[in-house]
């Protein structure tokens, strides 16, 4: 069988010091395709980040994985060393941030800052390299490219500096793109430029794209597979149709009964009570049983395994068999 | 017949720019430029647009705490300058920010009883009394009464800061942004409880957010802002099934997936929003829209009725009335 392109198996990520340890991440299992795209979605906490720096191995520092494998065509990351690391960064994997400004250099160029790269990873002349970047901001959709080039990012608007983010990410023509939030800080008519300016990119270099945000609205819209954090775990991974046609987890129905939409006049939002649990604080068995109006006795101290209950949809709930059947879709 | 609370007529706001150490240029960002509104009592108004398009700023120059440059802004028929206190504590606001707009060093008891120390005339008891009514009206427990900000969550913030607007029975709330730095989960609850404390207190809300799902959401009404003006007014429903402003229909397909609920073509609008400091003359949009025609970059369109209670600024849809 073909190797995928990424293979998380059971990836354990932890926040430690010298006396406790505190799991951001736990249970991450997934693969990734060649021009696949997969959206990660989750509340603030959910871990989704962390899950990111992880496979980038860009961890804080007290943060580490402490079990579970992360295979890039087959090459084990975890526990590679910086300067291992460094080679496949940015040239095989690379990663859009959330705030596009804040993420580039403000005291170089834009040029400066897309060349560093290339001349990092390859064996090419500046002259090759500018060429190669020049090419690369046409690429994004930048209308003057030799402007920008020669422009510092506080020149620049937030939705030109995602382009920049994106001609920089994709300069060493990467096999695997991570995009954490790309369109967060942005306004919707930018953020629909850039979804399909990520979505060309896919199409034009075929890279797999990891794509993490808490909008369940951009996911929809733009991935293949979903994966559903909460509280560090994996609470249900599906494809597109089958998550939003019939979700099985209690948190993905309540998250999605929870969002406004456009083509209904709901009467009332769905409400789930509380916050997301602090780290520190985890209830014992089901992360979300705290919040969960399903919840039984046992979902308080029994951690529910992620079991597949059709074929390519996984869930971790004790119930997800009974509502499977109920067939509860939203 | 519904009585309209507020009514703003040719509002102006501008605000100087520098543009350099040396240069005597000096520009104004057009913030708000003529812009002309009314809410009916009890309803919900939303406000929408993107970043800098002057909704905040519209927002802050109505409740007065930017001075405005011209235009008036009447209050039950009176002036908003020539409010006295009393009257101008019926006009409220709940911030964007919870993490910004509380005072850390206070505690929720003095932040939400500050309004009534200053108004005076209360005894101790009672403000004590009306502080935890209101506790329980957000939803949060009165044992959190003596916490500083610090101790709660993003969403027990926002809970706090509208405990706080409530004070002294208002009659008008701006929201300005109240959910957009919440988690969904926590939106939904802050949503439902503005909602229920509306029914409950019968308030009025200006509504403003770049979320167009929250907006449809909680809205009777929605204008649709673009570099310091109004370019489309509806009531709710009617604005997402028929926008009639090439802007409006750009904002609402570049909604993810919105193509399927919608049933419009997607709409991808090239390049950023101008600069507010120097607004393309004639029709603000001009310059990004599809369908722009000569007439569209040298004269400004007035707002014209396209439906009942409907209303939208731009030159082609004259035409198409006419023709």
Known sequence: MKEPLLQVQDVRMVFRNKKQEFAAVD???????QGEILGIVGESGSGKTMASLSIMGLL???????????RYRGRELVGLSDKEMCKIRGKE??????EPIMSLDQVFTVGSQLMEGILAHEKVSKEEAKKRSLDMLRTVGIPSPERVFASYPFELSGGMCQRVMIAIALSCHPRLLIADEPTTALDVTVQAQIMDLLRQSRDQFDVGIILITHDLDVVKDMADRIIVMYGGNMMEMASREQLFSHPCHSYTQGLLRSIPRLDASEERLFNIEGTVPDIRNMPAGCHFCTRCWNAQERCHTEHPALVEVEPGHFVACHRAEEFRKEGTAV | ?????????????????????????????????DISLSVEKGETFGLVGESGCGKSSLSRVILGLVPRDSGEILYKGKDVSTLDRAQRSKMRMVFQNPFASLNPKERVFDTIAEPYRIAGGYSREQIREEVLKLLD???LSRGYANRYPHEFSGGQRQRIGIARALAMNPE????????????VSIQAQILNLLRDIQKELGLTYVFISHNLGVVKYVSDRIAVMYLGKIIEVSKAADLYANPSHPYTQALLSAIPGASEYLHIDRVLLKDDIPSPVNPPAGCRFCTRCLYAK???????????PVGE?????CHLLRKEAEG
């Not at chain 2, 000569?294 to 369109?301: G, M």
């Open chain 2, 1 to 33: 017949m519904s009585e309209t609370l507020l009514e703003v007529k040719n509002l102006k706001k501008y605000f100087p720019v520098k543009h350099g150490m040396f240069s005597s240029g000096k520009g104004f960002v057009h913030a708000v430029d």
């Open chain 1, 93 to 98: 994997i690379s990663m859009i941030f959330q």
């Open chain 2, 137 to 139: 009206l957000v939803g």
């Open chain 1, 60 to 70: 804080p520092e007290q943060g580490v994985i402490a079990s579970g494998s992360i």
């Open chain 2, 294 to 304: 000569e007439i569209c970059s040298q004269e400004e369109p007035q707002m014209q």
């Open chain 2, 172 to 183: 008008f709330i701006i929201c300005d942004e109240p959910v957009s730095a919440l988690d």
């Open chain 1, 27 to 33: 249970g991450l299992t997934f693969q990734l395709e």
């Open chain 2, 309 to 313: 209670g409907h209303y939208a600024a």
